[in-house]
């Protein structure tokens, strides 16, 4: 045994044991060497008295083919040590490799929601699994702790994500590493990250991951800027048993998703509460909108609610939807487990909330279809427009709702307006329900608004 190995750590001594019959080592604390006689540290102990929290402590046992170091970190919180974090990560594919850090017997490895997963080689496959936040080693000693998982630097994309080098994504794994570092801005502030898509992306050729489904889900709030630069995310494949599914599941105040295109998708989303199927709506982009979503284009694009409800771009909007397109079919299933659910259905957005702003959209082609007679709120555009929202500027070419329920609002842009709705001279095209063509006289399921108990003028 040539490298150290450290014995206690009691009332701030520490003792460690000689290598292979070493009597000298050689001792540095922050970079400073202590020596107790010419250059060399031959006690086997040391007060690390009153060291600064995060000191850098490097024990090497001098043999006669050289040395090999121990390095620990002092915890004056804890009054504790530490092995260092591994610090030379590289990412080969989908995974995620570091120098072996000397003294740890394995790694605890953490992900984007701090699950853990204790692996004995200094590698791990995320091909199946969230990306990687933390890597923290596990001692040999038992006088040495496990430290406390804290955001380490991994350089999954390249570019500094900065408005003028951003992040580049170019791979479906590449888009999954925005989880990681949206964590890393809310751990640690800062200016929010830039992204860019490379190049188009075709999740066609990715394996089934979770839940026979190949794309994941980005989970933690961002509040960044991701510009698609007109580039496509394509073949996407969603099969969702356990709540709501959008790309994003929360864009913050300040965050911005724009010139992206989704094509050929299909996304089935079932829900298993019948207290609260609702929470089980489906949409491509956001499920919670807080920030501005503009100019997206959803190319035939499929999605099935089994039992909740569904809307081309997002679920529940607080911030702005603006300058989208979309073409496409939404598909109301009935379930078993709650029975012939009615919920809501529209192109761009479910829930248009106070303060809200959806304007300028186009839905090129929609289909609405139900299964019994089980959607009701059907519009192109908006569902529910609420007091304090706006629907602004709205326009589309052909809606065709199929098997609608019976006594339910359906409106061309929007299908129940408590806010404002202003068509503003947008094309109001063909808006057919129950094989039934809308006219524009109609106040009752029109071609501008189904019921209206808000503000809304053509």
């Known amino acids: 045994m040539r490298t150290p190995k450290i014995l206690s750590f009691k009332n701030g001594v520490i003792e460690w044991t000689a290598a292979d019959g070493a009597d000298k080592f050689i001792l540095r604390v922050n970079g ?138 170019k791979t479906p794994f590449d888009l999954r590493a925005v989880d990681y570092y949206e964590s890393v801005f809310a751990a640690r502030g800062g200016q929010p990250n830039h992204y860019v898509l490379g190049d188009d992306i075709d999740y066609g050729t990715v394996d089934a991951l979770d839940n026979d489904s190949n794309v994941f889900a980005l989970k933690k709030p961002f509040f960044g800027v991701l510009d698609g630069k007109n580039r496509k995310l394509c073949d996407f494949r969603v099969e969702n048993d356990c709540g709501h599914w959008a790309l994003f599941d929360y864009v913050a105040r300040g965050g911005v998703v724009k010139n992206l295109i989704i094509e050929n998708a299909e996304i089935v989303c079932r829900a298993r509460d019948a207290a609260h199927p609702v929470n089980s709506s489906v949409a491509t982009i956001a499920y919670v909108n807080n920030g501005e979503i503009t100019a997206v284009k959803l190319r035939a694009v499929r999605l099935t609610a089994v039992g909740g409800g569904a809307a081309g771009i997002v679920v529940h909007n607080y911030g702005r939807v603006t300058g989208c397109s979309v073409a496409g079919e939404l598909v109301q299933e009935n379930t078993s487990e709650i029975g012939a659910a009615s919920y809501e259905m529209a192109g761009a957005v479910l829930e248009n909330c106070d303060g809200g702003v959806v304007d300028n959209n186009r839905i090129l082609s929609l289909v609405v279809r139900g299964t019994g007679d089980n959607v009701r709120s059907v519009a192109g555009i908006v569902s529910v427009n609420r007091e304090g929202g706006r629907a602004m500027c709205n326009g589309y070419d052909a809606v065709v709702v199929v098997n609608p329920a019976p006594d339910s609002e359906y409106g061309g842009a929007v299908a129940y307006n408590a806010g404002i709705v202003h068509n503003c001279g947008a094309t109001l095209g063909t808006f057919v329900v129950g094989g039934v063509s809308v006219t524009r006289d109609e106040n009752f399921r029109g071609k501008l608004v189904g019921k209206n108990d808000g503000e809304a003028s053509y």
């Not at 040391?46 to 024990?59: F, K, N, R, S, T």
């Not at 001098?62 to 390095?71: E, F, P, Q, S, Y």
């Not at 091909?127 to 006088?143: F, L, Q, Y």
């Open 32 to 169: 400073e060497n202590i020596s107790d006689g010419d250059g060399y540290f031959r006690a086997q102990k040391y007060d690390v008295g009153q060291l600064p929290h995060g000191a850098a402590i490097e024990l090497s046992a001098v043999c006669a083919d050289g040395t090999n170091t121990l390095a620990v970190v002092y915890n004056a919180k804890t009054h504790a040590l530490e092995l260092p974090r591994p610090t030379e990560f590289t990412v080969d594919g989908e995974t995620l490799k570091w120098k072996k850090t000397a003294g740890a017997r394995a790694y605890k490895v953490y992900d984007t929601d701090y699950n853990a997963t204790t692996v004995t080689d200094a590698y791990y496959d995320m091909s199946e699994k969230n990306t990687v936040v933390c890597v923290c080693p596990v001692p040999e000693s038992g006088a040495v702790r496990i430290p406390e998982p804290e955001i380490c630097d991994i350089p999954y994309l390249s570019g500094r994500g900065v408005a003028d080098d951003p992040y580049v994504i």
